[in-house]
């Protein structure tokens, strides 16, 4: 399957052999349309698969506070975030650059992109006073929780068979 090129016109994307997310039974919200148009090759989940995603990343969100949660996320990090830069910064030294990272929205608003383009984007991607999303490596057990509060926290998914399976 193609992946989307940013480009929303139907026209453009039979061209192009992208998959539009309307084409995968996804409703076009603002946050689908700002996201594909900064063009990233971003790969949006069906419903179904965005459910299953959702289910996977809850447990590791507190249920009392935007954040993540004390008991199934070791070694928690967090930044009140006064600049962007910084924050890139900051996320840099945490995140693992190699491999794909999902982005859970909501059960229903699941995408997939390169981990060095959500890095190095990604205050494009999230916008303040209306997203909170969990972040998953797919490589390793990293994870971040963005607030709309202008707030990240980071840590290291713990598994459910091993206690501590921490790896960067």
Known sequence: MAQPCG???CLHAARCGSQLP??????????????????FGTRWLT???????????????????????EDTVEDIQRLEISDHAQAKRWLSDRFLVEGTVQIVFGDDEVCVIDADKFIANW????????????????????VLFYCHEEELEFGYRISPTIHSTRSR
């Open 7 to 9: 480009q929303l016109d």
């Open 22 to 39: 309307w084409t995968l039974g996804l409703r076009m919200s603002y946050r689908v349309t700002q996201i594909e148009l900064l063009g």
């Open 47 to 69: 419903p179904e698969r965005s459910k299953n995603a959702y289910q996977f990343a809850l447990p590791y969100t507190h249920s009392k506070r935007y954040g993540l949660n």
């Open 123 to 142: 205050d494009q991607i999230f916008v303040p006073s209306r997203d909170d999303a969990v972040v998953l490596h797919n490589l390793n057990n990293q």
